[in-house]
């Protein structure tokens, strides 16, 4: 496991990075939907601030999609590195550009299962004397990183099957439809997630 948590820790950066892409995405939208100029407009703060606004989140974007594939092209020379990881590549979407597919068939060997809902405190009793990794996700507001505080309540997910290779590829296992990323030790048994969507 040791030689792989380089790998764990890159791939969550490389969620963080996909985060920060949709949040950058989804203010587009919102710059073309909700910040639209009228003619009333003319000559106003909005009319000078939106283009620069505009200009800026697209630098910061393109900034990311590097940051993504060069990420991805590092995980996959990791990968390459260990008979355990070297089926297996990860690649970006052409269509969506947060997205990241997974080649090599993992999900035969790993998923990432529904436990129950619960406070921390609950997971940690579930867990202790347990040498399963499980997923925390917290209810927490849109502008909280925080780790988890003992009486959070949130959902439980686990690895069923090889655990290495679930603790390597659960962000793209967990069948949810959000970006997730570990907000606490992402080597830890209890994994604290923080995500997109929630």
């Known amino acids: 496991m040791k030689t792989l948590l380089p790998i764990v820790y890159m791939i969550n950066s490389l969620q963080r990075v ?32 939106l283009p620069v606004l505009k200009q800026t989140s697209d630098q910061l974007l393109e900034v990311l999609l590097l940051e993504k594939t060069s990420l991805i ?4 020379q990791l ?14 979407h052409v269509d969506d550009v ?15 299962d529904f436990v129950t809902c619960g406070s921390h405190d609950e997971l940690k009793r579930i867990v202790e004397g347990s040498s399963l990794r499980h997923l925390f996700l917290g209810s927490r507001f849109f502008d909280e990183l925080a780790p988890a505080k003992p ?5 439980f997910w686990c690895f069923k099957g090889d655990q290495l ?3 390597i590829f659960w962000p793209f296992l967990i069948p ?20 997109s969507e929630k």
Request: hydrophobic fraction near 40%.
């Open 18 to 49: 996909r985060y920060q892409i949709e949040v950058l995405v989804f203010q587009q939208r919102d710059f073309d939907v909700e910040w639209s100029l009228t003619e009333d407009d003319a000559g106003s703060l909005a009319e000078r601030a």
């Open 73 to 76: 092209d590092r995980i996959n």
């Open 79 to 92: 990968f390459l590195l260990d008979s355990l990881t070297s089926p297996f590549s990860l690649s970006c």
């Open 98 to 112: 947060s997205r990241v597919l997974i080649s090599g068939g993992v999900e035969e060997f790993v998923s990432i």
């Open 151 to 155: 009486d959070m309540r949130g959902e």
């Open 165 to 167: 290779l679930g603790h």
């Open 176 to 195: 949810l439809g959000s970006t997730l990323f570990s907000i606490n030790n992402p080597a830890s048994l209890i994994i604290d997630l923080e995500g």
